[in-house]
């Protein structure tokens, strides 16, 4: 009888042994590679060229449950980590609809995402008979009979650690002086941007856009969080101006990209606004028009009749309409844009060209010269470079001088009754105007001024000093 009775008990634990290393073998999943090459696939938002990070799958993942369902949650890297590991294959149903419409796939399974379940011989590996309850087989099998395991947490997918983890990371924050600190530095660029050494100041806005990435890895604070998008975006935005100046337009978009897609993050749509001003400048120059043209529209949609509204209109769609030969619609832009400056506070004199605030009265009327030049409409040229010059002659902006003078030198040479000298007299005083630099709107314009002299007078004495003035300006630098 006691020999019996060791045998069953020898039998019941071959059965709890055999089980216990079958949910081992199943608990070992495969890696979930269609998952993880999906998002390989994707760019990452940044516009850096590498493949998306799954710390940028898990934000553009909570953005979409965010903006579509108003529900707010806390995917991060280490969870997607998880699912490309294979350790969790069946995300909740709002959750894998999010990552099917960020990944741009229609089914579940092209994620890899199914329903895991061991198989039925898991909880009897050797056939075993069925057991009493209160054994150690029928706590493998569960009170339901059903096939779960018993490490099965309650929810798929976390256990209680997962959650307190992600507990804590909410909870991690940034030191407050240091945000502060940025944004004031910030502020003190935009402002004085017109003053600043442009060469030496690209590799600190580089070296603070990396910094402030490290510090969205390790904030969880949502207020704090919005502050370090919102400087993360108009630093990218500033950048992207630079890269425009130098003509490194790739990466100039690159960056105005990366600004707009911050703003969204930061849900500032005035910084939208200012980024897609930018991206418009960015394409200007690239003398994509039309592309300029859709862009400064798009931004009107977030302006939304406020501060960048004018910039928008003016610097924008006007110059953008007149490169299009689009004279009708360059008159309406021009009277928008003073009907928009009616609505807002316009700043005295000439604030900095990338401020976030509104365009001034100057500012306006530097870029409706512009648009006519574009039309070859030099009275009017004239009109408004009277206008803007008086403030822009008195303002810390060198190049905001000289553009406007080679716009009135430009006038000169369309005009019905042109005046070549007075032309080139006008064209060598604004290349000559301290610390202005050969930028890239200053080189098209006088490429542009040249050009139009050569056709109609050919390659004369005042043309002939303007090139002169013009390479000495460059080789100042």
């Known amino acids: 009888m006691a020999a019996e009775h060791e045998a069953g008990q020898d039998k019941a634990a071959l059965v709890t042994a055999g089980h216990h290393l079958n949910s081992a073998s199943v608990n070992k999943r495969p890696a979930n590679e269609l998952l993880r090459q999906a998002r390989l696939r994707l760019p990452a938002p940044s516009g850096s060229g590498r493949p998306m990070s799954r710390r940028e799958l898990a934000e553009a993942v909570n953005e979409y449950l965010w903006r579509t369902h108003g529900r707010r949650s806390a995917i991060d890297a280490d969870y997607v980590g998880k699912l490309e590991r294979g350790d969790y294959r069946w995300p909740q149903g709002l959750y894998r609809e999010a990552f099917r419409v960020v990944l741009a796939v229609t089914a ?3 994620l890899g995402f199914f329903v895991t379940r061991p198989m039925p011989s898991a909880a009897k590996p050797f056939d ?10 029928h706590t493998a099998v569960g009170d339901s009979g059903c ?16 959650v307190l983890g992600r507990i804590q ?20 660029t935009l402002a004085q941007y017109e ?29 704090q969080r919005k502050q370090l998008y919102m400087t993360a975006a108009a630093t990218a935005g500033l950048l992207g101006y630079i890269a425009v100046g130098r003509g490194a337009f790739p990466l100039a978009r690159a960056y105005c990209l990366e600004a707009f897609q911050l703003g969204e993050f930061a849900d500032d749509t005035n910084l939208q606004a200012w980024a897609c001003g930018l991206q418009s400048f960015c394409e200007y120059y690239a003398q994509d028009y039309r592309e300029a043209l859709r862009l400064a529209q798009y931004g009107l949609t977030f302006a939304q ?49 990338i401020a976030l605030e509104c365009y001034s009265a100057a500012q306006t009327a530097g870029n409706a010269a512009t648009a006519y030049v574009a039309l070859g409409l030099p009275e009017q040229v004239q009109s408004y470079v009277d206008l803007a010059l008086p403030d822009i002659a008195k303002s810390s902006s060198p190049w905001s001088r000289s553009l406007v003078l080679i716009d009135l030198a430009s006038s000169y040479v369309r005009s019905g009754s042109p005046d070549l000298d007075r032309a080139a007299e006008v064209a060598t005083e604004a290349l000559g105007v301290p610390g202005c630099r050969p930028i890239i709107s200053v080189q098209q314009r006088v490429s542009e001024l040249i050009r139009d002299a050569s056709e109609r007078w050919g390659e004369c004495r005042q043309v002939e000093s303007i090139r002169d003035a013009a390479a000495a300006m460059k080789a100042v630098l």
């Open 128 to 137: 075993a008979p069925n057991v009493e309850a209160g054994s150690s087989a």
């Open 169 to 188: 990371k909410l909870n991690r924050a940034v030191d407050p002086m240091l945000v502060e600190y940025l944004q004031g530095n910030l502020r003190h």
């Open 195 to 223: 003053c600043l050494d442009h060469g030496s100041l690209n590799p600190v806005l580089v070296k603070q856009r990396l910094w402030i990435e490290t510090l969205l890895d390790e904030c969880g604070h949502p207020r």
């Open 147 to 162: 096939d779960l395991k018993i490490d099965d947490p309650p929810y798929p997918g976390e256990d209680v650690i997962d």
């Open 305 to 353: 009749g406020g501060p960048q509204s004018v910039r928008l209109t003016i610097n924008g769609a006007a110059r953008a309409m007149g490169k299009l030969q689009d004279a009708e619609g360059v008159r309406r832009a021009v009277g928008e844009a003073y009907e928009l400056m009616a609505q807002n506070d316009v700043p005295v004199g000439v604030p900095s060209s």
């Open 108 to 110: 579940d399974a092209s």
